[in-house]
């Protein structure tokens, strides 16, 4: 056997050998020389696969590098429309030529909604404002009514009716307090009404620094009660009373425009616009910049005096509150229909509702006056003639016709109102002033024991 042919075998079975190995089978050239060189020819199969293996790894970060390159530039691309888009939608806002037509169709171009962002918007602000207003209308209301006025002139069965309170009236000593409370609707918040009377006239006039102050003064209203059976006393109950109110109210608006600016001068343009800009009088006026009313009780007793006293009172009285810018109203616990109309006053000041402003300003009838509805050419001029302001005119001509007796100052002693009996209290109270007696006497017999000594030392 050659040499050749014992190379060959040697070479197919190395072939199996690789063969089994998963390769496939090698082609070997015939001209190699030896067993060492097919061996080496396995060698070069493992080192193409590793080639082949990096080249598929360098293609495959290859491609991911260019998918990365191709996101970015998409993304540049579309950072690039938007300046674009955002440029154009300056440009079709500011351009005042165009129709609203021309202007949606701009917009829906540069692919921004511009007309429906607009409308979105104004209906979002129009719910939140409903949901203000609905919440501000669900509020509980809180109010202040203050009843002023001269000893018995029906200011606490004033009260009484308007709460609907059947009880027996009493006459109040100092500074009396109570509520009420009403629901509106089906709301379970109910409004509540902070009442005060002010007793005895003029007297304890130094206690309205107790209702009237800044907390309430936006939400307060005062209402002065006048005995129309008593022109004797009209004049001075309103002069007095009014001055007071008008010195209070001044002192506590004052403090108010420090704190709160916007609330004083909001209470003055309110009360100014029920006269409005063109009324003929607002310059000769001195307006109260809170809600008065002068209320004229007893009317039933007024209602049959003589025609001319009962014309001069009520032309007094016009002028009074259309000068203060106050309501008039006459009433009677004894006529339903004034009844009505005075809870109707007051409900509608202590809880907003509704007011019948009919104006009723015949002598002969009771009258009722809304602030701004009256003027001095109907109320007519006083007979004077003088050049001084009107309303000492009214009040010289009143006085004339109605002198007024004088209000007594000091208040009355409640310890001694049999209504207001403590025995307990009573009975130290009386050892006490008892004792306070002796310790007097016991002084004035020590004063005059010293003086007798005095004398006697002057002598010799």
């Given at each position: 056997?050659?040499v050749?042919?014992?190379?060959?075998?040697?070479?197919?079975?190395?072939s199996?050998?690789?063969?089994?190995?998963?390769?496939a089978?090698?082609i070997?050239?015939?001209?190699?020389?030896?067993?060492?060189?097919?061996?080496g020819?396995?060698?070069?199969?493992?080192?193409e696969?590793?080639?082949?293996s990096?080249?598929?790894?360098?293609?495959?970060?290859?491609?991911?590098?260019?998918?990365v390159?191709?996101?970015?530039?998409?993304?540049?691309?579309?950072k690039s429309?938007?300046?674009?888009?955002s440029?154009?939608?300056?440009?079709?806002?500011?351009?005042?030529g165009?129709?609203?037509?021309?202007d949606?169709?701009?917009?829906?171009?540069?692919?921004?909604p511009i007309?429906?962002?607009c409308?979105?918007?104004?209906?979002?602000?129009?719910s939140?404002?409903?949901?203000?207003k609905?919440?501000?209308?669900?509020?509980?209301l809180?109010?202040t009514?203050?009843f002023?006025?001269?000893?018995?002139?029906?200011?606490t069965?004033l009260?009484?009716?308007?709460?609907?309170?059947?009880?027996?009236?009493?006459?109040?000593?100092?500074?009396d307090?109570?509520?009420?409370?009403?629901?509106?609707?089906?709301?379970?918040n109910?409004?509540?009404?902070?009442?005060?009377?002010?007793?005895g006239g003029?007297?304890?006039?130094?206690?309205?620094?107790?209702?009237?102050?800044?907390?309430?003064?936006?939400?307060?209203?005062?209402?002065?009660?006048?005995?129309?059976?008593?022109p004797?006393?009209?004049?001075?109950?309103l002069?007095s009373l009014?001055m007071?109110?008008?010195?209070?109210?001044k002192?506590?608006?004052a403090?108010?425009?420090?704190?709160?600016p916007?609330?004083?001068?909001?209470?003055?343009?309110?009360?100014?616009?029920q006269?409005?800009?063109?009324?003929?009088?607002?310059?000769?006026?001195d307006?109260?910049?809170?809600?008065?009313?002068?209320?004229?009780?007893?009317?039933?007793?007024?209602?049959?005096?003589?025609?001319g006293?009962r014309k001069?009172?009520c032309?007094?009285?016009?002028?009074v509150?259309?000068?203060?810018?106050?309501?008039?109203?006459?009433?009677?616990a004894?006529?339903?229909?004034l009844?009505?109309?005075?809870?109707?006053l007051?409900?509608n000041l202590?809880?907003k509702?509704?007011?019948?402003?009919?104006?009723?300003?015949?002598?002969?009838r009771p009258?009722?006056?809304?602030?701004?509805?009256d003027?001095?050419?109907q109320?007519?001029?006083?007979?004077d003639?003088?050049?001084?302001?009107l309303?000492?005119?009214?009040?010289?001509?009143?006085?004339?016709?109605?002198?007024?007796?004088?209000?007594a100052?000091?208040?009355?002693?409640?310890?001694?109102d049999?209504?207001?009996?403590?025995?307990?209290?009573?009975?130290?109270r009386?050892?006490?002033d008892?004792?306070?007696?002796?310790?007097?006497?016991?002084?004035?017999?020590?004063a005059?024991?010293?003086?007798?000594?005095?004398?006697?030392?002057?002598?010799?």
């Amino acid at each position: 056997m050659s040499v050749s042919s014992l190379s060959k075998k040697s070479i197919s079975k190395k072939s199996e050998v690789f063969d089994d190995g998963g390769f496939a089978n090698p082609i070997v050239d015939s001209n190699t020389a030896g067993g060492d060189d097919a061996l080496g020819g396995g060698h070069n199969l493992e080192a193409e696969k590793r080639k082949n293996s990096e080249i598929s790894i360098k293609s495959n970060q290859s491609r991911k590098a260019d998918q990365v390159k191709k996101s970015e530039s998409r993304r540049s691309n579309k950072k690039s429309l938007s300046s674009k888009r955002s440029e154009q939608s300056k440009v079709l806002k500011g351009s005042t030529g165009n129709s609203q037509k021309d202007d949606k169709k701009a917009s829906r171009v540069s692919g921004i909604p511009i007309w429906d962002l607009c409308i979105n918007s104004a209906k979002r602000l129009e719910s939140s404002t409903e949901v203000k207003k609905e919440e501000i209308s669900n509020a509980s209301l809180e109010t202040t009514l203050l009843f002023v006025g001269a000893k018995s002139s029906g200011k606490t069965s004033l009260i009484l009716r308007f709460l609907e309170r059947d009880e027996v009236p009493k006459p109040t000593t100092a500074l009396d307090y109570t509520f009420g409370r009403r629901s509106r609707d089906a709301n379970i918040n109910k409004d509540i009404v902070h009442v005060w009377e002010l007793g005895g006239g003029m007297a304890l006039s130094n206690l309205l620094e107790v209702p009237v102050h800044a907390n309430c003064i936006k939400t307060l209203s005062v209402l002065v009660v006048v005995d129309l059976s008593k022109p004797e006393s009209i004049w001075a109950t309103l002069e007095s009373l009014i001055m007071v109110i008008q010195c209070r109210v001044k002192d506590v608006l004052a403090d108010l425009a420090k704190k709160d600016p916007g609330a004083a001068t909001m209470l003055k343009e309110a009360k100014l616009a029920q006269y409005g800009n063109n009324h003929p009088d607002l310059k000769n006026l001195d307006i109260i910049p809170i809600p008065m009313v002068i209320m004229g009780t007893k009317y039933d007793e007024f209602e049959n005096r003589d025609s001319g006293h009962r014309k001069l009172i009520c032309r007094t009285l016009r002028y009074v509150a259309h000068h203060y810018g106050a309501y008039l109203c006459f009433y009677s616990a004894k006529n339903e229909a004034l009844v009505a109309r005075g809870r109707n006053l007051m409900n509608n000041l202590a809880f907003k509702s509704e007011i019948n402003t009919s104006t009723v300003t015949d002598p002969a009838r009771p009258l009722f006056v809304v602030p701004g509805m009256d003027d001095i050419t109907q109320i007519g001029q006083v007979s004077d003639g003088s050049s001084r302001p009107l309303l000492s005119q009214w009040k010289q001509q009143f006085l004339t016709n109605f002198p007024q007796e004088k209000e007594a100052t000091k208040p009355d002693d409640p310890s001694v109102d049999p209504k207001f009996n403590e025995p307990t209290v009573d009975s130290a109270r009386k050892a006490k002033d008892e004792e306070l007696q002796q310790f007097i006497k016991q002084q004035e017999r020590l004063a005059r024991d010293e003086a007798r000594q005095r004398r006697i030392k002057g002598v010799s």
